[in-house]
């Protein structure tokens, strides 16, 4: 690890580390986890980029608010601060060239719902995420509405519910001009595999039931009026959400349709599919459209 790669750890933003690691900030404040708190005595500056309680006396950066509060990993490696940085660099998408992936992989806490729901009940959206759902991508509102999408930052959200309606994960797209950003993150123990399944309470029987590959396209295609889901690209189902869609033809003989992308992936993840769920119907997309959004943007456009 070198100097720079030290400093842009350094450089995380503050308050989205303390986030990460569990604490709820709100207005540059927080409980303090280091004394017995209940008037959010601890407060982060932004321009320094480091924490403070005013109770306590505890202070630093974003190494130090890791190394604190970061479980012991307990394992060989014994560094608290080089344990520190690579969760910080994990979670960043910051390589290090000193890291190696650990042969164990640490434990993935399960997704914590409740500590987003707060977000979906009334979706609030930034004027970007307005101009790209609504202007970039020529949305329905209503869709939108459905999807419960919201801003977080330059992050836009996208919750992912059980068919029972269940939160159980979040997709967050970036939307920002810091080319040193991952372009989607998802907060810890998201399980992100198949979008929209609330849409199969509403399917009658015989229906078509469109599948994309990711939200953009999906929210493209429940625009236009049909009913979809998604499924992350390039991954293969897992088990349960294949025996999921066979069942679905099963009891309610849906026909299931897709518009692969236009080019070897696309192809490829359709031959996939169409393995799992052998009624899957190939709709072709016109030359010149790469993806549905294309093609819904073109029709729309006439
Ligand atoms: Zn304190």
């Known amino acids: 690890m070198d100097k720079f790669e030290l400093q842009r750890l350094r450089d995380l933003p503050i308050e989205g580390v303390a986030e990460r690691l569990g604490l709820q900030v709100s207005r540059h404040k927080c409980l303090c986890p280091f004394h017995d708190d209940h008037h959010a005595s601890m407060s982060f500056s932004v321009r320094r980029n480091t924490y403070r309680c005013f109770a306590c006396g505890a202070h630093g950066g974003p190494i130090d608010l890791a190394m604190e509060l970061l479980p012991s990993r ?28 650990k042969e164990k992989k640490h434990e993935v806490k399960p997704f914590d719902a409740q500590r987003y729901a707060r977000y979906f009940e009334y979706p609030w959206l930034s004027p970007d995420a307005c101009k790209f759902l609504f202007e970039k991508r020529q949305l329905h509102p209503a869709v939108v509405r459905y999807c419960r999408l919201n801003s977080f930052r330059d992050w836009l959200q996208i919750p992912y519910y059980n068919q029972q309606g269940e939160l159980i994960g979040i997709q967050r797209r970036y939307m920002g001009n810091d080319p040193e950003q991952p372009r989607f993150r998802f907060p810890q123990g998201s399980e992100c595999s198949i979008y929209n399944l609330p849409v199969l309470n509403l399917l009658k029987p015989g229906e078509t039931l ?65 393995e799992v769920l052998p009624n899957l119907e190939h709709h072709h997309l016109p030359p010149g459209c790469k993806d549905y959004s294309e093609l819904y943007l073109k029709e729309i456009k006439q």
């Open 74 to 101: 307990g394992g060989r490696e014994g560094s608290p601060f080089l344990d520190a940085c690579r969760w910080l660099a994990d979670e960043n998408c910051v390589i290090l060239t000193e890291y190696k992936p």
């Open 210 to 274: 469109f599948i994309t590959e990711g939200c953009s396209d999906c929210w493209a295609m429940l625009s236009s009026g049909h009913k979809a889901i998604a499924i992350p690209s390039a991954t293969l189902l897992k088990p349960k959400d294949a025996e999921l869609l066979e069942t679905l033809n099963l009891k309610l003989s849906t026909q299931f349709a897709m518009y692969p992308d236009n080019d070897a992936p696309g192809e490829r993840l359709f031959l996939q599919l169409q």
